[in-house]
Nanobody, 118 residues
């Protein structure tokens, strides 16, 4: 059984910073792409950032220059450093990963709330 467990969400004032973490556990042979998505109330889930196993990154235009995605392959963990946060960044943030274990499939974490006050 593979699980993705997120941590690091919370309440922060505009201009502040938060760091999200997502650790994969279970029967894992390898992890390919990992990423973060977010969903605000009444909105569709959207991509925030992704990172390949080799470290290539991709960001939504709305977070470029403010957010940084990174990963530690030895710890099966992906991070999202969020700086200069804005009220419009308020959402539930979900971790996502393509994991090869007993089989190969895409997994989602349970989500962590990020709230940015103005």
């Amino acid at each position: 059984q593979v699980q993705l467990v997120e941590s690091g969400g919370g309440l922060v004032q505009a201009g502040g910073s938060l760091r999200l973490s997502c650790a994969a556990s279970g029967s894992i042979f390898s992890i390919n792409a990992m990423g973060w998505y977010r969903q605000a109330p009444g909105e569709q889930r959207e991509l925030v950032a992704t990172i390949t196993r080799g470290g290539s990154t991709n960001y939504a235009d709305s977070v470029k220059g403010r957010f940084t995605i990174s990963r530690d392959n030895a710890k099966s963990t992906v991070y999202l450093q969020m700086n200069s946060l804005k009220p419009e960044d308020t959402a539930v943030y979900y971790c996502n990963a393509d994991i090869r274990g007993v089989g190969s499939r895409n997994y989602w974490g349970q989500g962590t709330q990020v709230t940015v006050s103005s």
